[in-house]
């Protein structure tokens, strides 16, 4: 299989389903912050400790059913597809995560500067980039994707910051305090 396929040369791309699109689309835009994500969770993970490592590869796999998703629209293919899907329970372990983390942590008294170890700075990273992502897709309209894919982002931007806070509380490194 080739890598290139010049299909793109005029600044079009393909959406699963086959239609054709700007590569300006608010949609590809949309699931290219995803994409974006995606690739900083890797960073993340690439110097993360076992646990957090463990939990940035679901969270990765989890967002190309999001990314997957979103270049379908029709649903002509990702309904057929079970790793496709995110659903409540995907949520209901984030929001476990977040608590179990939480629970480590002392406890947020003011705002805190990103930074830190390099698996918590990344981590800070796409916690914005999922911030982003989150408005992306909101732009799309209620309608251009599932509800729960709009709570999923949101609840992961939330334990995204609680596992950068987690990296440098393990690692023994303070938080700076704004």
């Given at each position: 299989m080739k890598i290139y396929t010049k299909t793109g040369d005029s600044g079009e791309t393909g959406l699963l389903g086959g239609a054709r699109v700007s590569k300006a689309a608010p949609r590809v835009a949309a699931y290219g912050d995803v994409d974006e994500l995606n690739a900083w969770l890797g960073v993340a993970r690439s110097t993360a400790d076992?646990?957090?490592?463990?939990?940035?590869?679901?969270l990765q796999r989890q967002l190309f059913a999001i990314g997957a998703r979103l270049a379908d629209p029709a649903g002509a293919v990702a309904n057929r597809v079970a790793k496709a899907?995110?659903?409540?329970e995907d949520i209901a372990q984030l929001e476990a995560w977040i608590d179990g983390l939480v629970e480590e942590l002392p406890p947020l008294r003011r705002?805190?500067?990103?930074?830190?170890?390099p698996t918590a700075a990344s981590l800070h990273v796409a916690r914005t980039v999922c911030r982003r992502a989150e408005r992306s897709v909101v732009a799309l309209g209620r309608d251009a994707v599932?509800?729960?894919?709009?709570?999923?982002?949101?609840?992961?931007?939330?334990?995204?910051?609680?596992?950068a806070r987690a990296a440098n509380h393990r690692s023994g490194v303070a938080e700076a305090e704004w």
């Open positions: 076992g646990a957090l490592a463990a939990m940035l590869d679901r899907a995110v659903s409540s705002f805190i500067l990103a930074g830190g170890v599932e509800s729960d894919v709009l709570v999923y982002l949101n609840r992961l931007s939330d334990l995204l910051f609680v596992m």
